[in-house]
């Protein structure tokens, strides 16, 4: 079976970084979309960024030139280069990644999750 298994959170101060990684097993995603997601108390899931099949990262704006993502076939795994870090940045962070294979987009209907890392971020 699919699992999805984040690790790298942890409390940081402002300006402070962090590295989540989303080690998978039961599938080899090496071409498809794999990505993070977050939720902060209250609010909805929202896109934080994504590789697609082939690499090509994309980032939703208000991270864009703190956050790189990054994967590794190799091993199954992609990352998530938090620079920068505000307190709006926390949140619970989950790994997804596309149920079909050769998209461009992760669609949360059909993907696969992950249980989640929390990143807190102190003012």
């Known amino acids: 079976q699919v699992q999805l298994v984040e690790s790298g959170g942890g409390l940081v101060q402002t300006g402070g970084s962090l590295r989540l990684s989303c080690a998978a097993s039961?599938?080899?995603?090496?071409?498809?979309?794999m990505g993070w997601f977050r939720q902060a108390p209250g609010k909805e899931r929202e896109f934080v960024a994504l590789t697609t099949w082939n690499g090509s990262p994309y980032y939703t704006a208000s991270v864009k030139g703190r956050f790189t993502i990054s994967r590794d076939n190799a091993k199954n795994t992609v990352y998530l280069q938090m620079n920068s870090l505000k307190p709006e940045d926390t949140a619970v962070y989950y790994c997804a990644a596309d149920s079909r294979p050769h998209t461009d987009v992760i669609n949360i209907g059909r993907a696969y999750w992950g249980q989640g890392t929390q990143v807190t971020v102190s003012s």
């Open positions: 039961g599938h080899t995603f090496s071409t498809y979309a």
